[in-house]
């Protein structure tokens, strides 16, 4: 069964999907980035994390292949550039998006990180764009607990539908107070990297090996279970490869115990004190 996180309206969407970052950087890479976004597809992963950043526009192209016939059973995600987040340049940005993702609308549309247009101008856009079908919804992307509550005070700042921000063992600073004001508002955070991103150490942990053992798991799998263990946090991580695809598909089956996340604390503590928030 596809479990899923409710969005502040009530609406449910997929607690598990798919990231995008760094597809479309390869022309040889493309077929499998397709094959393997097309696979977590058949295996339930129906939301899909794209921006317009990635690829310089090539991943959207990529979700847009993927995603051919299928786009109703799908909930796509996409991000402007702060440089592009203007008054005039929120929905030029998303009409390009629109395009490479060959679709009427985004679900959600985020801007990627603070930039220097002011946010009242944004969040004007975005409305606009949500008035006009063009996106259903709209949120932020790797804002701390002073710009969510800046945001909350601006005309329609209440209608931020989620905020995606790094996420994982080793780097669990959020738990603070970012994700429980999140909690508390209703409103979804989506946890990038949570398998700790292209290369990481994080796999490598003796404490998730250990749990992954325990549920005859990887510790890929067990990081995305823990990650998702709130309720409330959906998780992107990105995959290429098929095998992997498979595995992350199936972690959300997995309910992670008290003495597995005892013991994953124990190794990747949970923050004491406010920690600013880490980016990538
Ligand atoms: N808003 C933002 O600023 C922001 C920043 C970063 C990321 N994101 C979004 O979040 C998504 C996920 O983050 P991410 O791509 O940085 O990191 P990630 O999903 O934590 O890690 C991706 C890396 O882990 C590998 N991997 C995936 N599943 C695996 C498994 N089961 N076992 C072993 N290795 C596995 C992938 O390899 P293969 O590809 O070879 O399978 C890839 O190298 C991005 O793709 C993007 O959509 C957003």
């Known amino acids: 069964m596809t479990r899923c996180v409710r969005l502040p309206d009530g609406t449910e969407v997929p607690a598990l999907g798919q990231g995008t970052w760094h597809m479309g950087e390869s022309a040889r890479a493309a077929e499998q980035e397709v094959a393997a976004l097309k696979l977590g597809i058949e295996l339930g992963m129906t939301l899909i994390d794209t921006a317009e950043m990635y690829g310089n526009g090539r991943a959207e192209e990529l979700v847009a292949e ?159 279970a823990w990650g998702m263990r709130h309720g409330t946090v959906i998780s992107i991580p990105k995959a290429s490869n098929e095998a992997h695809v498979r595995e992350n598909a199936a972690a959300g089956e997995i309910s992670l115990t008290a003495e597995d996340l005892a013991e994953i604390d124990a190794r990747h503590p949970p923050p004491r004190r406010k920690q600013g928030l880490d980016i990538l």
């Open 66 to 224: 993927a995603t051919a016939g299928k786009r109703d059973e799908l909930f796509i995600v996409s991000k402007v550039y702060p440089h592009n987040a203007s008054r005039a340049g929120v929905p030029a940005a998303c009409e390009r998006s629109l395009k490479r993702l060959r679709t009427d609308r985004i679900d959600l549309y985020l801007l990627h990180w603070r930039g220097s247009h002011p946010l009242a101008e944004t969040v004007e856009a975005f409305e606009a764009l949500k008035a006009a079908g063009k996106i259903r919804y709209w949120g932020v992307s790797n804002f701390d607990t002073k710009d969510m509550l800046e945001l909350a005070k601006l005309p329609h700042g209440d209608a931020c539908a989620a905020n995606q921000v790094l996420y994982h063992p080793d780097t669990r600073g959020i738990e603070f107070d970012l994700l429980p004001w999140c909690t508390r508002v209703g409103m979804p955070v989506m946890a990038y990297s949570p398998v700790g991103g292209q290369g990481g150490p994080l796999l490598r942990s003796p404490a998730l090996t250990a749990v992954a053992k325990r549920h005859d798991a990887t510790p890929a799998q067990v990081a995305i």
